[in-house]
């Protein structure tokens, strides 16, 4: 969808910050383009049906608000130059959706999902989790300091948003 307003407006500003550090696709085309990793999103649901290495399961709701779809250009949108690059566009994307249609998601659900995409063999999970003035929100603690997901943490890197709401938060 933002891809859409970007080359409706002209603008690229998804990728602005590569200049400025230096990013290029050919970064990414020389490392293998990530053929060989698998992702794990624990996000909305991928709703973007051209993203065909996305998979999806058990997830606790279908329900979708594009999010999903955005990270995932992120992470294994094509070097096509038609949006988004990703910076492994050949990787596979395992996804697990926690939220519920009220786009609220418990403590539990993180927890089963990050325990469902690490059973799918992600060495990178990231989590676009974000409670509304916080940072980093303490009780999260709880969960990552589980031992089942310390267990985890020994053999994946989880990325975690640090915040959503694009404000100086605690």
Do not use: C, E
Not at 30 to 39: E, P, Q, R, V, Y
Not at 105 to 122: P, T, V, Y
Not at 142 to 166: H, R, T
């Amino acid at each position: 969808y933002y891809d859409g307003l970007m080359q409706y407006s002209g603008a690229d500003a998804p990728d602005y910050w590569m200049a400025q550090i230096g990013w290029s696709p050919k970064l990414t085309q020389t490392l293998g383009s990530g053929k060989d990793a698998t992702i794990g999103l624990l996000d909305f649901t991928v709703t973007d049906p051209t993203a065909g290495n996305v998979k999806t399961f058990n997830s606790t709701s279908d329900f979708g608000n594009d999010h999903g779809s955005a990270v995932a250009s992120l992470m294994v949108g094509p070097h096509d130059g038609q949006g988004t690059m990703g910076i492994a566009p050949n990787a596979t994307v395992v996804a697990y959706n926690p939220f519920d249609a009220t786009q609220t998601a418990s403590w539990s659900d993180i927890k089963s999902g990050i325990l469902a995409l690490a059973a799918h063999n992600a060495s990178v999970i990231n989590m676009s989790l974000g409670v509304s003035g916080w940072t980093l929100r303490p009780d999260g603690n709880k969960v990552l300091n589980d031992p089942a997901l310390a267990m985890i943490a020994q053999n994946s890197v989880l990325v975690m948003a640090a915040g959503n709401d694009g404000i100086s938060q605690t």
